[in-house]
């Protein structure tokens, strides 16, 4: 019966240690695993956030510039619009001006002095006027030249600044409209690769969540498997000899009970001369 025992009981520390161990095993294993799964996914964590807050930095400096270049380009149209139109009243202005000028040199230039009407006189008593009698004046014709070519000449720089105004600006609106179709692309580009990389930390983090949660039940499972191996330790392996020894020593221990029995039988037939005889 004990032998039985014995074998039952070896049968279920068997089977209870190498459950233990099983369960041990599976789960420093999940552990190792899983630490290396978190520790990649901290890695791309950061990763993901230095390519982030790039993202933000260039959305930011996109939308800042786009911003400054549509205020620059509004003043500079407005500037470009009154240089223009004060050009073009001053050009309004001085084109009338030659235009009377020109006309009244070319009518002086034919005027003369009606005498009849005027009344004789003595020649000594009319004054010097700096032209003969019955001669009408002309204007300064010499200077008119000069004066009407020095206008013609501000008439160019107002024609000049026009055209230069209005080149410069569609130039200019031009190389805006360039910038802000080039800015807008980039700007486009940095929003979508700022939400994938968003949905791709955002997934991350859900992994990574799972992951911990994952190693802590591994975690608990290990510490129970240790537990159960250091219980079951003084029951199935510290016992101090092996089942087969102490199988021997019972037999060893009953044959010298059977010894022990043969000599007091001896002692008490046969007295103490033939106690040991026989046993």
Sequence with gaps: ???????????????AMSDAKQKRDYAAEEVRTLNEEMAELEARLD??????????????ELTEARATAEAERKQEKQQNQETVEEAEAGLEALSMCIQILDRFYKTVKKETVDLSLAQASPEDDAPDAGFDNGEAYQGAQAESGGILG????????????????????????????????????????????????????????????????????????LTTSLKELLELKPACIDTGMSYEDRVALREEEIASLKKALCILGKYAEYGPEGAADGC
């Excluded at 074998?7 to 068997?14: E, F, M, S, Y």
């Excluded at 990763?47 to 959305?59: F, G, V, W």
């Excluded at 013609?152 to 609106?173: G, H, L, N, P, Y």
Aim: net charge negative.
């Design 1 to 15: 019966q004990e032998a039985a025992n014995e074998a039952n009981h070896k049968g279920w520390c068997d089977k």
């Design 47 to 60: 990763k993901l956030n230095e390519a982030l807050a790039q993202l933000a930095k260039e959305i930011f």
């Design 150 to 221: 020095m206008l013609d000449v501000m008439k160019s720089d107002f024609v000049r600044t026009i055209e230069e105004t209005k080149a410069a600006e569609a130039q200019a609106e031009k190389d805006h409209l360039e910038f802000m179709t080039e800015s807008g692309k980039s700007l486009a580009v940095a929003e979508e690769a700022k939400a994938q990389r968003k949905a791709q930390k955002e997934d991350a983090e859900d992994k990574f969540e799972e992951a911990e949660a994952n190693l802590d039940e591994q975690t608990g499972i």
